[in-house]
């Protein structure tokens, strides 16, 4: 089980405010990763700099054997990343069969192919029936299970989830945790920020947390569940009468 | 869920936006080519003053297709396309009356200049990441100053313009009677419109919409957004420019305000708006009625001066208010309403 992504003292500050504060993070492959910690911690912006969205203030990220530390998104994405994001970003105004399509030609340039590849992923997501709705009135579950669908379509090697289950009901989730199950067994490793404990602790080999940009705390579910410092400042006292 | 707008006028090229990009229905196709056929026997049964208006209709409707490309697909509202048209007329006329050189040549090296002005304003624009109305605005830019410096520069004839000799010699790219210029504007108008309809149906053509639609998620499935908004630039610029040179072969008369005004951008923008953006043929829907409209208001209304141009902004406004998503808007949700109902 090789190192799949190494992050090594990755920092982003925002005018004065340190987002991301010399956050270290391996990922081998075939593992699925959680990220949690409070609003605001930094996780998407975590996210954000090792995808290439922002420009990392320090700190160097290796993907793969390469590093990719400055690269921009697109040439993330070409490396084997493909991420979804916290705010549905779809392309609103066409079918859900060309966005998904979108993600295919990144590895494909015939349109027949692509649309062969998109067909799969929008199967591999349960859509099936609504390959040609307009996914602008699609609703949230399906939009963000096509999300999935579209990263997936780029033929990832890390598959980047920001908060996948948000705003969907207990059905939904279950049926996207299958789908996380499913990914993983088709040899993806994924990095996924999520706040449904139950849904990340059941899914996560290891889970990191961050708290003011800075990770306190990585280890199994049961560490980061009993580790003091997490409920202090996430989990919540609740949380550890609960255990 | 909702996408943030980058600027105000984004929602204006948020609609009219072509959904479907399967095959024409049989019943299109009938359509396409009885309109065809009746534009190219209009020569056989319309007076002159007549076929100027159809060739009218058939260059708006290919310059509004140039716009439409990098505009109403590719989701870079221009506001400075007479920039590109202006460099074509004036690269193939000052060629040809200053230097003797032919004006087919001259056609290509407004192609290539016009290419090249847009490759400049888009590697600024874009390189910054000027987005939404900020990237429209530098668009205008660029244009105005390609006006003031045609204007103040004897090279270019200054304001006086630049006025082509007639020679009715195909070889020097004029077409005798109108006819020939109506068919070579056809010719024009049914290569750009059917390279539209192709292009839809590639990787290409598809990349240009998902950067419409949503740039940063096209940039995070692998899409190089520079790359692609470039080329869609450069190749509306490039198809443009031809506009241009074929105006001024036409009209044989140039000057910096008929080239590189404002009312020439706006020309390229309102067939788009009044046929439905990022349509296949919304443009030539849009210059088939405003182009009459226009003409008829000028005709009817010329003892009032100015008064043509409010007549011609209220119609402008009734179909922004009343078809929002332009005349292909309207069919689409009316065959949805019918769907609906049965």
Not at chain 2, 217 to 233: D, V
Not at chain 2, 285 to 309: F, H, R
């Amino acid at each position: 089980m090789g190192v799949l992504l190494k992050a090594e003292n990755v920092t982003k500050r925002f005018a004065g405010l340190t987002a991301v504060d010399s956050v270290n993070l391996v990922i081998n492959q075939g593992e699925i990763i959680g990220l949690i910690g409070p609003n605001g911690a930094g996780k998407t912006t975590f996210f954000n700099s090792i995808t290439g969205f922002y420009t990392a203030d320090e700190g160097k990220v290796e993907f793969d054997g390469q590093d990719i530390t400055g690269l921009t998104t697109y040439q993330n994405c070409k490396a084997g990343m493909a991420r979804t994001f916290q705010i549905v970003q779809p392309f609103g105004n066409l079918t859900a069969l060309e966005n998904v399509m979108v993600g295919a030609f990144n590895r494909v340039n015939s349109y027949a192919e692509a649309e062969k590849i998109a067909k799969e992923m929008i199967d591999f997501v349960g859509m099936t029936d609504k390959t040609y709705d307009i996914v602008a009135d699609l609703n949230i579950g399906d939009q963000r299970k096509l999300e999935m669908a579209r990263a997936l379509a780029t033929k990832p090697k890390l598959l980047l989830l920001d908060e996948v289950m948000a705003g969907l009901t207990p059905t939904e989730i279950e049926g996207v945790i299958e789908l996380v199950k499913k990914v993983r067994k088709a040899g993806t490793t994924i990095l996924m920020i999520e706040h449904i404990m139950a849904a990340l602790m059941t899914l996560s080999d290891r889970v990191a947390v961050l708290d003011h940009g800075k990770k306190i705390a990585e280890g199994t579910p049961t560490e980061i569940t009993s580790n003091e410092n997490v409920i202090e400042s996430y989990l919540g006292k609740a949380y550890k009468k609960e255990q | 869920m909702e996408k943030k707008n980058t600027g105000t006028l984004s929602p204006l090229l948020k609609r009219g936006i072509n959904t479907t990009s399967g095959g024409m229905s049989r019943l299109q196709i009938i359509i396409v080519l009885a309109v065809s056929i009746f534009v190219l026997l209009t020569p056989q049964f319309l007076s002159s003053y007549r076929l100027n208006l159809v060739i009218t209709i058939l260059t708006a409707a290919y310059f509004a297709q140039c716009w439409n490309l990098m505009s109403g697909f590719t989701g870079q509202f221009s506001f400075g396309h007479a920039a590109f048209y202006g460099v074509g007329a004036y690269m193939s006329s000052i060629l040809s009356v200053d230097y003797g050189v032919n004006p087919w040549i001259g056609m290509l090296a407004g192609m290539l200049a016009a290419g090249i002005v847009a490759a400049i304003i888009g590697y600024l624009s874009f390189h910054y990441n000027l987005r939404g109305d900020y990237f429209a605005l530098a668009t205008m830019a660029f244009c105005e100053i390609l006006r003031v410096i045609t204007k103040n520069t004897e090279f270019f004839h200054a304001s006086t313009g630049v006025t082509i000799s007639y020679s009715k010699d195909w070889k020097q790219m004029q077409f005798g009677g109108k006819e020939g210029y109506l068919y070579v504007a056809f010719i024009m108008l049914a290569a750009i419109t059917f390279g539209l309809y192709k292009i839809r149906k590639t990787k290409i053509g598809l990349y240009f919409v998902a950067i419409r639609e949503n740039e940063d998620a096209a940039k995070a499935l692998g899409i190089n957004a520079f790359r692609y908004k470039m080329t869609a630039l450069i190749a509306s610029a490039m198809l443009t420019a031809l506009a241009g040179t074929f105006y001024a072969q036409y009209y044989l008369y140039i000057d910096p305000t008929i080239c590189f005004g404002n009312s020439v951008s706006v020309s390229a923008i309102t067939p788009c708006i009044i046929g439905g953006t990022g349509t296949i043929f919304g443009p030539i829907i849009g210059a088939a009625i405003i182009e009459p409209i226009s003409e008829l208001t000028n005709a009817l209304l010329s003892q009032y001066v100015g008064l043509n141009m409010v007549v011609y902004g209220l119609i402008l406004v009734l179909a922004i208010l009343l078809m929002p998503n332009g005349v292909v808007g309207l069919f689409h949700k009316l065959r949805a309403k019918k769907q609906k109902g049965e």
